[in-house]
């Protein structure tokens, strides 16, 4: 038995070497830490518990080269609640995904549906390892161990939150991980890609640097496939511990609730300071929102892509809560395809999560024209009004000021099943907005004149006032028009009597099937 310990202390010292003190050297030279390190800086002191130590490649000669097979990955606690970890060890073959690999990988990913445990991955590698994925065995083996062993690693119906950290180089499997994920986060100087810069080279002549094909601009500006952008690894793991107090664990209970902050809504008697006298000054949305939540604390998802629409996680009283609002200081609040996009991925997390949402009003509709035509707006705002139409976690609606044609309804505006739909006295609805509606019926004529010789103000004013929400508030077309200091306590109490409902605030979860990425 003492042999037997000595052969086993041993393997498993070697295991935990990892590439080998040279790798881990280059490593770290490069500012980065290695899986084991970055695994034991996300989760909490002393919780990690391995699975797949001994693992290794099943190619001939490779046993002693491939510890843990490139992939290191098990249970720990994040904030005393489990979670499961993958991380990417760059060491052994820039952590290269190899059958034995994927049995792990697709194994964890199994049970963390199942069981209702976070998922997280972190992602640093160069894709599939070659020569174990050329030719015909090489390609119908990756992946196997089961006969649906691919299918569970590269699909999903969300049923625990899954995350992935961008921590370096990341081609292949982390990129399909990244797309897969309800929340990412990208380090700057990492890239993410299908195919690296060297394959591009050789086999489409394409000449591009990392930075150019997936850095973190490309990917939280121009694609929307991240969530968060951070400056370090450090930063990363904060980023991604935060994300995970607002989830739960999984989609059959609420997230977590949490003791309502000092002083929250302190400003709430002056939150008018932040919106304009005149209707067509813009302002930053973030402000009205910073006063009403929990100390004044905002988590945006997707703040770089989508801009003129914010996509953000907070509390109100203690609850996790989802917020979608229109941001006037881009494009003066109309949402763009990009927007759209945006706001359908939050609507699924949201929904799937048992998060209830919040909508906030200011729009002049969408943003619309040639470029917009060519990108599909009117499908992308039905697949957003199909999306909106499957929600069942309480949604409450408020209109800030000005809310026009199809955009209202997406804003989940009257006829939508909105629980709670309240505007403020500043208000505006219509089809659009009176200024253009003055144009479209009189056309060019110069100011003060029509054929009917009515003034133009006159029509325009008589538009401004129908488009007052008292007419809407009159017919019970919206529920009430409230005094904007209350609206901090108004959502209380609406978030209360939602969630002592029949369904105490749970989904029914009709979007978890919705693709993760657009």
Known sequence: MT???????????????????????????KGKFTARERIEKILDEKSFSEVGLFNHSDMPGMKDKTPADG????????????????ANDFTVLAASSSRVASRKEGELKRIAAQRGIPLIYLGEAGGARMPDIMGSRGLTSYGGGGYDTYFRIMSRARQSPMVTGIMGGCYGMPTWMACLSDFVVQVKGSSMGVSGPRVLELAISEKVTDEELGGWKVHAEITGNVDRVAENEEECFDIIRKYLSYMPSHRDELPPLRPVPENSGIGMEHILQWLPEKRNRAYDMNKILSTIVDGGELFQLKPLFGKSVITSLARIGGRVVGII???????????????????ISFLCLCDSFNIPLLFFHDTPGFLVGKAAERNRVAARAMNY?????????????????????????????SGCATDYLVA?????????????????????????ENKNDQPRQE??????????PYGAAGEHYIHDVIDPRITRSYIVEALLISQESRSKGLSEHKLANWPTKF
């Open 71 to 86: 992939k290191i990955a098990g249970f720990g606690k994040i904030d005393g609640r489990r979670v499961i970890v993958i």
């Open 459 to 468: 029509l325009q004013d008589k538009m401004m006032e129908d488009a007052s």
């Open 385 to 413: 009004m199909n999306a909106l139409a499957q929600i069942t976690v309480p949604k409450i609606s408020i209109i800030i000021r000005k809310s026009y044609g199809m955009a209202f309804w997406n804003m989940a505006g």
């Open 325 to 343: 609002a229109n941001q006037p200081m881009f494009k003066a609040g109309a949402m763009d395809t990009d927007g759209i996009d945006k706001v």
């Open 3 to 29: 042999t037997l310990l000595e052969s086993y202390f041993q393997k498993r010292n070697q295991a935990l070497q990892m590439g080998g003190p040279e790798k881990i050297k280059q490593q770290h030279a």
């Open 424 to 448: 403020w006295p500043s208000a505006e609805m219509s089809f659009m907005a009176p200024e253009i509606a003055v144009n479209v019926i009189l056309g060019t004529k110069v100011k003060g």
